[in-house]
């Protein structure tokens, strides 16, 4: 990982997202930050920009030989009083690719620098602005997907893990009390030696443990799979297309219309999920859409949820009977579509079925409070306490080491060296759970955050 600690060059970056947008922020920070904007923005309040701590301006960018670029706002931070702790500003602009480009080639005209992976938090680091146990939380935030993952971050506390963390030391202070006698009685090796193992095992178990929940945060493998099923002309494309809050799925009149499986990601009951909408299920068919229907029943069996779409004016069928009676046993949910028709009629109590129709509105928060309580207990949340990145790393060189001597334990290794290994493992424990330091999240900083951050 590149370290860029240079902390005397003015930077500028496009902290907002990918062009085009509404609108783009371009932060600039340093020294120079002040003396380069005043170049290129107008405004009618001039002589009061850059003095308050804080300000907001409307006014006019434009190059330095007087070209207008866009109208827009400045915001600027008077060091300390900024991010970073240093002289800020942010351009906001329209986020036309030309507008945000213009900007940035004028700041470098101006003496600005790029900014690298990381930089601005680097310097907020640097001048006190956030501490490292911040910038660590930071960095974990950026891998949040779920309310669950938010609250997990922001309700990190290092008590529940201490524990966890001492009673990992207590298996490793057994083995070394086997080695220490070992080292007393060298002509037992296989007798005394051989029984640390047990005791060392449980610590790796322990350790991976805590840095599995850590991975499962960041885990960007795909989320649990919610199939849509049912006869044809049911609706599910309606309301798939309903739940993305687009028009992704082809729906029509005519029965058959979905072919192949439409698989896309959604957030229910805050965790991320794949939906699938899939071809209509019928008893007899032959052709290309049979195909389709054969791709459907996949998608249900290998769902973790699956959702049986009936159509409330036809009622359950051999199709739907079939269909629960294969997989009733597997989470599920019923759901009568159609409600808005005069032909519609109640579900039977016995199904549990949410009244819907994909075409009142106010049925689709009905829809998502529906599955947020039914979807909660197979979606996983991260369980127990959350490590941080950086004692998550450390966990894993411990794990590393405890292989190592298990190794050496099947080697033969002298017991003093393998006790002497077991201290040190010891001592890496005790950090774990003890201040974050700035060294520990440097190459954090700069090898994962992005650009602008
Ligand atoms: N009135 C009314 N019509 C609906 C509702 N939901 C769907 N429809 C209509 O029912 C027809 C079929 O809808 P689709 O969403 O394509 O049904 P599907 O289950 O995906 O059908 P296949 O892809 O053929 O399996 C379309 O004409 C929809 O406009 C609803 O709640 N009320
Ligand atoms: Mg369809």
Redesign the pocket.
Known sequence: VRRNLDLSSTLFAVASGPLPSAVAIVKISGPEAFPISKKIFDTRSAERVFKRERGMWVGTFHSTDGKRIDDGVLLSFVAPHSHTGEDSVELHCHGATAIVQRLQEELLKLGARPAERGEFSYRALHHGKLSATEIDTLGDLFHAKSAGDLSAIYSRRSEGLELEISSIRNQLIRALAILDTAVDFTDEYSEVVPRSIEPIQVAIHGCSVITQRYLSLKDASSPPRIALV???????????NRVLGRYR??????????RDAVEERIVLGGRPWTLT?T??VRTEVEGPEAEGIEIGSQFLESSDFWIL?VDGTQGIGPVETDLLERHGSRPHAVIW?????PEWKSPPATLGALP?????SEDLGEFIAFFESRLMGISPTVEGPLPTAVACAKLEKVIVQLRQVVKGVEQETPPEYLSEEIRKVLRDLESVVGEVQVDDVLDRVFGEFCIGK
């Open positions: 049912g006869r044809p002309n049911a609706g599910k494309s309606s309301l798939f799925a082809i729906v029509h009149a005519e029965p058959g219309t979905t909408d071809a209509g779409m579509n159609k409600r808005d028709l819907f129709s994909s075409v009142l």
